[in-house]
Nanobody, 122 residues
């Protein structure tokens, strides 16, 4: 499966962004999907994931209040809605897919998309 992320940009602190990741190739519903992020000088970290049908979601604890992951299998797209953004949320955000398990760590990812940059001004 090929993943194409979009929706990043520059936003003021307190603002919102919605990232999208469109998939092509194999059947979208075969994959659990996730978002990770990587800030300069830091390791890539898990942000959120969603199950194959979308009935279960997973978040890193400190983001679950502000971020929401969702998917539309009819549109082959996964979304990440980010509210109340903070400067520390600035990073390159990557979408990812897992075939046999929900990818809540980098080791569980089967496919990566390219990143989309999120910049938050204070």
């Amino acid at each position: 499966v090929q993943l194409q992320a979009s929706g990043g940009g520059l936003v003021q602190a307190g603002g919102s962004l919605r990232l999208s990741c469109a998939a092509s190739g194999r059947t979208f519903s075969y994959y659990a999907l996730a978002w990770f992020r990587q800030a300069p000088g830091k390791e890539r970290e898990f942000v959120a994931a969603i199950s194959w049908s979308g009935d279960r979601t997973y978040y890193v604890d400190f983001l679950k209040v502000r971020f929401t992951i969702s998917r539309d299998n009819a549109k082959n797209t996964v979304y990440l809605l980010m509210n109340s953004l903070k400067p520390e949320d600035a990073a390159v955000y990557y979408c990812a897919a897992g075939r046999d398990k929900v990818p809540t760590s980098t080791t569980g990812v089967d496919y990566w998309g390219q990143g989309t940059q999120v910049t938050v001004s204070s």
